[in-house]
């Protein structure tokens, strides 16, 4: 896939930035949505206990972490897919001609995107304060934040390998119904896996997201399903496994007219 | 010496075949051509040589390397102006061009150089800090051309550079182009279906037609094997043949309902042609004469007008 070139790393990674902080009204958005899930959910299961659920915890507690996760995983496919608008409006060709490996081109779109989809989440937990959450322990919050990593890396991933298989933006909207609604409601964010009728939970157990959440829940709250290790070991994983895909597939997309 | 060089280049897209077989050289510091209709494989031809499309079978090399070998040998030596716009209209100007320089990897003193260099080049100055998407289509085609100038590539590579522009700013674009050719002493290679530009601007035509190159001279050489005047006459119906009679008529082409002879002196010679007309009971609807132009070349060669085969689409 040939050498990594900082400085394009660099350049894609600050042109995400840019586009983003100039279309600031978007962004807020795509955080709002989150917000009420957060606000409205969480005030009225206020009272809720669902089996499964981790001792000693509310409902709210519960969900701060799913609903960071919900942000990371919707903002970091939006990231992966972004090139199809690249591919639409030309400048995926302008990218593509230029001596930059590959291999470069995707660890800029991963930085670029991933560094939005941490600054969201990182404003959720903030305004969650609000709401009364506390952080768990200042180690706890690095945990976290290493899983908000893998997270948004592994969902960039999957946008890429889309966006690289597409011909226009046409298929976005059919992506985020059938693949991250799906990814989003089989992993834990809203309510215990155990809850879900037994045909469902292979489903769950295969999907990367659910090891996400526990892992941030965690890091967040110190209550978790499976042991730390495990969750790391498997988002690992399958972060490693998604972003060569996407790497693969992205070396020969087609550029578009 | 060559910098670009093809041999027997193929592509194709299933069992059609977009680009059949073309050979062709350019020098270096040449601006060479490739004209013909839309669909000819233009743009197919140059895709391949800037690496975007792979060949199916054939040489090229581009800067003295093989394109299908040395792919990111070919990118650094190379730039490139598309077809359709292909900027980041949520950066400014001065972005654009630095997102470029920095994925060629140029160093920060020479980015800046270059970047004064060609934006003084383009007349896009003033205009540098402000976003492309309030840019006229003019001044975009302008800072694509600075982009693909920025890295002082060996050859510069133009998909229809002025498709969609006023006469004007044609104009503009073509001196751009002038100049870089001369001052920057860069080789270019363009593609267009307009006569006048392939005839104003460059050294040696390529005329391509359904994936062949049927002709490759310098436009004043093309325009002379017409040899004549062309005076074009549309008829009520389809029977020029007539013509051939006439003594003086040195070639007769026959295209819809028109028809176009070739022949000396031609202001002196619609007279009798009319009166040979209406001796036959031809009826003629219009006549035009023209001096020998690109079209005439291209009329020759294919048998039709670039705009009848571009309708035809």
Known sequence: MGPISTQAIYILWIREIKRTWRAKSRVVGTIIMPLFFLVFLGSGFRRASLPGMPKGIDYITFLIPGITGMSLLFRSMFGGLQVLWDKQFGFLKEIMVTPVSRLSIVLGRIAGSSTIALIQSFMILFLSTLLGFRFASVMGLFVATAFMILIATTFIGFGLSFASKMKDAHGFQLIMNFVVFPIFFLSGALYPVEGLPRFLKPFVYINPLTYGIDGLRKGLVAASTFPLWLDFAVLSFFCITIVTIGSLLFETSDVGQ | ?313
């Open chain 2, 1 to 313: 010496m060559d910098v670009i060089q093809v041999k027997n280049l193929v592509k194709k897209f299933k069992n059609f075949a977009a680009v059949d077989n073309i050979s062709f050289n350019v020098e270096e510091g040449e601006l060479f051509g490739l004209l013909g209709p839309n669909g000819a494989g233009k743009t197919t031809t140059i895709k391949m040589l800037t690496t975007l499309l792979p060949i199916t079978s054939g040489y090229a090399s581009v800067a003295g390397f093989e394109v299908s070998k040395h792919r990111n040998d070919v990118r650094q030596n190379i730039g490139m102006v598309f077809q359709e716009p292909a900027l980041d209209k949520q950066l400014t100007g001065k972005e654009n061009l630095d997102f470029h320089a920095r994925m060629y990897g140029l160093k920060k003193e020479v980015r800046r150089k270059r970047l004064t260099e060609v934006l003084n080049l383009v007349e896009l100055t003033d205009k540098q800090n402000e976003l492309v998407e309030t840019y006229s289509g003019g001044m975009q085609r302008r800072l694509e051309i600075a982009r693909g100038l920025m890295h002082s590539p060996t050859v510069l590579f133009l998909d229809e550079p002025t498709l969609g522009l006023d006469a004007q700013t044609r104009r503009r674009i073509w001196e751009y182009i002038q100049q870089l050719n001369e001052t920057q002493k860069t080789t270019v290679l363009l593609t267009t279906h307009y006569m006048e530009e392939a005839d104003y601007l460059c050294h040696r035509v390529g005329i391509m037609d359904k994936g062949k190159i049927v002709a490759i001279d310098t436009p004043r050489n093309l325009k002379n094997t017409i040899g004549a005047d062309v005076v074009t006459l549309e008829l009520e119906h389809k029977d020029g043949n007539a013509f051939r009679k006439l003594p003086f008529v040195k070639e007769l082409v026959e295209h819809g309902a028109s028809i176009s002879v070739s022949l000396n002196n031609g202001e002196h010679q619609i007279p009798p042609l009319m009166e040979f007309a209406q001796s036959r009971g031809i009826k003629v609807k219009s006549v035009e004469l023209h001096k020998p132009s690109l079209e005439d070349v291209f009329l020759r060669y294919t048998g039709t007008t670039i705009r009848e085969r571009d309708n035809a689409e």
